[in-house]
């Protein structure tokens, strides 16, 4: 089976300016999750969608939105860019949901300048 | 609140001498735990978790970790470590299975020769 894959994998943006990634899960998933990862913030958890659905969403500010496709492609919109949102950007898949055996995506490395 | 302490966000071995990397926990419930591994520009890779049956978890790559619940601990060791183990490490923390992960701020670990 392949992995998850994420487009694209390197993203430079100006601030203000807005950004779509996207998240293909392993195939026969309908979980994905999303992650911010920062040196000084660490993983923290963005949200997760399930048969599309959004089942859970961390503490981040409504400039960070998502959504889940019929075919659990996901993808993540962030507006109104800040120069704090430069980060890896890591999807997860699983096949029930939640944290059982959640398979990361390579990520999407965003710098905001 | 659940939350994940990671003591030591640095540690260094010998290849052959024991890894152990510690992890401490906060739970108000019975907790999913998990152990990822993520090497340089790539995603996490899940080594181990915990969800409520045997202490004592056997993951990937001859690692291991002891759920104590007396201790809140949950720390991860290899009995031989090798070159290829160097790579940043993450405890995770879940109160339910369809609930959002909490990471732990990471430990890397450097082999020595």
């Known amino acids: 089976k392949a992995g998850v894959t994420q487009t694209p994998r390197y993203l430079i943006k100006t601030r203000g300016q807005q950004v779509t990634l996207s998240c293909s899960p392993i195939?026969?998933?309908?979980?994905v999750s999303w992650y911010q990862q920062t040196p000084g913030q660490g993983l923290q958890f963005l949200f997760e969608?399930?048969?599309?659905?959004?089942?859970n969403k961390g503490n981040f500010p409504g400039r960070f939105s998502g959504r889940q496709f019929s075919n659990s492609r996901s993808e993540m919109n962030v507006s109104t860019l800040e120069l704090g949102d430069s980060a890896l950007y890591l999807c997860?898949?699983?096949?029930?949901?939640?944290?059982?055996?959640?398979?990361f995506g390579p990520g999407t490395r965003l710098t905001v300048t | 609140a659940q939350s994940v302490t990671q003591l030591g966000s640095h540690v260094s071995v010998s290849e052959g001498a024991l890894v152990l990397l510690r992890c401490n926990y906060s739970?108000?419930?019975?907790?999913?735990l998990f152990w990822y591994v993520q090497y340089p520009n790539q995603g996490l890779q899940l080594l181990l978790k915990?969800?409520?049956?045997?202490?004592l978890v056997k993951g990937i790559n001859g690692f291991e970790a002891e759920f104590k619940k007396s201790e809140t601990s949950f720390h991860l060791t290899k009995p031989s470590a090798h070159m290829s183990d160097a790579a940043e490490y993450f405890c995770a923390v879940s109160e339910s299975s369809a609930s959002k992960i909490i990471f732990g701020s990471g430990t890397r670990l450097s082999i020595r020769p």
């Open positions: 739970s108000s419930v019975p907790p999913y």
């Open positions: 195939s026969g998933h309908r979980s």
């Open positions: 915990y969800t409520s049956a045997a202490t």
């Open positions: 997860a898949s699983s096949d029930t949901g939640g944290p059982y055996e959640q398979y």
């Open positions: 969608y399930f048969s599309e659905t959004q089942r």
